[in-house]
């Protein structure tokens, strides 16, 4: 059974920073490209950003390059999203998400699993 729980969300100032965590269960880690991508009220699932099943490559959308660092730890299963600089307009419910030896993906139904969301919620 494929679980990806996300972890590290909260509520967090302007400026500030936060670290989101994916811990993947069930999956051969090493073969699975991994990518973040946000949701907020109203709006469409959105891209954030990606890393590589190789780990070499990562990927980021255009708001976020830059403030954003994805990273994994292939011994820990765990992939990770280091938010910095955090604006209002990255409130948002960020969900983590897999996809077999995936290149490059960026839209949400290039991703075969989904994680349930952790809430990041920046106030002005």
């Known amino acids: 059974q494929v679980q990806l729980e996300e972890s590290g969300g909260g509520l967090v100032q302007a400026g500030g920073s936060l670290r989101l965590s994916c811990a993947a269960s069930?999956?051969?880690?090493?073969?699975?490209?991994m990518g973040w991508f946000r949701q907020a009220p109203g709006k469409e699932r959105e891209f954030v950003a990606a890393?590589?099943?190789?780990?070499?490559?990562?990927y980021y959308a255009e708001p976020v390059k830059g403030r954003f660092t994805i990273s994994r730890d292939n011994a820990k299963n765990t992939v990770y999203l280091q938010m910095n600089s955090l604006k209002p307009e990255d409130t948002a419910v960020y969900y983590c998400a897999a996809v077999r030896y995936g290149s490059r993906p960026s839209t949400p139904n290039e991703y075969d699993y989904w994680g349930q969301g952790t809430q990041v919620t920046v106030s002005s």
């Open positions: 890393i590589a099943w190789s780990g070499g490559n990562t």
């Open positions: 069930g999956i051969g880690f090493r073969r699975y490209t």
